[in-house]
């Protein structure tokens, strides 16, 4: 296994640890759960640097590296939905931006075509992963707010982005 493919596994690893150490609960375990998001994060970053770099890229990292970001950062988000930090409506968004950017992944492979991350996704990737960083300190109400909506924005305008510069993969007359 290359180098990059381990930082994908450490960050696969680092999921479930960061999930017990939320829902374990003890003294300090919101700062501790926030280190190793950010250690996540962190192999996220070195594992994309790495694999371009080295030319290690591989079905694995194609599959699993887009995959073990979106767990971390839903499960992140789920956790603060279930403390009562982060709204409903606000996960929802996230949620199915994933699944329709997936989906438009998919339908564009099977024409043929690769669809790249755009800069608004990376643009909407760090300040996900800033602001649920953030989120885990003791912020006042308006900076949650104020997370809350740039994470909301970034998505939505990642997501539209993605549909509008990829609309021509549609087939609209045979739908």
């Known amino acids: 296994m290359n180098t990059a493919n381990k930082l994908t596994m450490i960050r696969v690893i680092l999921i479930p640890t960061f999930l017990a150490v939320l829902y374990i609960g003890f003294l300090g375990s919101l700062y501790v759960a926030m280190v190793i998001f950010v250690a996540a994060g962190i192999t996220d970053i070195a594992d994309g640097y790495i694999a371009r770099r080295r030319n290690q890229v591989t079905d694995f990292g194609k599959l699993m590296d887009p995959l073990a970001d979106k767990v971390l950062v839903l499960s992140a988000m789920l956790w603060f939905l279930a403390e009562g930090i982060m709204p409903v409506w606000a ?71 993605y549909f509008i510069k990829n609309k021509d993969i549609f087939n609209w007359k045979k739908i």
Do not use: Q, Y
Not at 125 to 133: A, E, P, Y
């Open 91 to 161: 996960v929802l968004i996230v949620v199915i931006r994933e699944f329709t950017v997936t989906a438009l992944r998919m339908v564009a492979v099977d024409n043929g075509r690769v669809i790249a991350a755009a800069v608004s996704g990376k643009i909407k990737t760090g300040v996900t992963m800033f602001c649920l960083t953030i989120m885990f300190l003791d912020l006042p109400l308006w900076m949650v707010h104020t997370c809350v909506a740039l994470i909301t924005i970034t998505t939505l305008i990642s997501g539209i982005e």
